[in-house]
C-alpha cells in the first residue's frame, strides 16, 4: 500500500526557505522604509526653506514680529506658512523620536553645514543650531539675513542641509 504525505525532511526544508524569505522580505522592507523616511525628511527641509524664503519675499524683506525695520531679514517660523500644503504646522522628523530639524542663522555669513554631533542628544540640536519650531529662531535672534536649515538621514546617517537664497 502506498503512502501518501510528507517526510519531516521535505518540511524542514519547506519552513527553512520560508522562513529565509521572510528575513530577506523583513529585512529590504526596513530598509525601503528609512530610504522613505529619508526623502520626506528632505522634501520637509525644501518646505520650510519654501516657507521662509516665499514669506520673505512677500514680506519685502522685513518682519514686523521682529520690532524692526531692519532690512533685509527673514522672520521665525509660523504655523500658518504651512496651512497650504496640507501640513499642521512646521514639519516634524517622520520618526517622532528623532530629533527634529535643525535651523541655525546668521547675520553676516552664511551657518556652516550641521555635523552628525549636531543630534548627539536626543530631542534637541547643538549650537549654534536650534529645533525647527514655531517662532523660532527666537526674536532675540532677529534681525537675521542667512540660515540653514539641517536633518539628519537615518539611512547612510549623512546630514542633509540647505539655506537661505535671498542674501
Known sequence: MPKSGFTLIELIVTISIIAILSVIGVTIYSGVQKTARDSRRIQEVQSIIKAMESHYLSSGGTCES???????????????????????????????????????????????????????????????????????????????AYFKVCTLKEGDGQVFCLGSSQN
Open 66 to 144: 521682529a520690532g524692526t525695520s531692519t532690512s533685509p531679514t527673514y522672520c521665525p517660523l509660523q504655523n500658518n506658512w504651512f496651512a497650504s500644503a496640507g501640513v499642521s504646522g512646521v514639519p516634524k522628523d517622520p520618526k517622532e523620536s528623532l530629533t527634529p530639524y535643525c535651523i541655525a542663522v546668521d547675520n553676516t555669513a552664511m551657518p556652516s553645514n550641521a555635523t552628525t554631533s549636531t543630534w548627539a542628544t536626543a530631542g534637541s540640536c547643538a549650537s549654534p543650531y536650534v529645533a525647527a519650531n514655531v517662532n523660532i529662531p527666537a526674536n532675540s535672534s532677529l534681525p537675521f
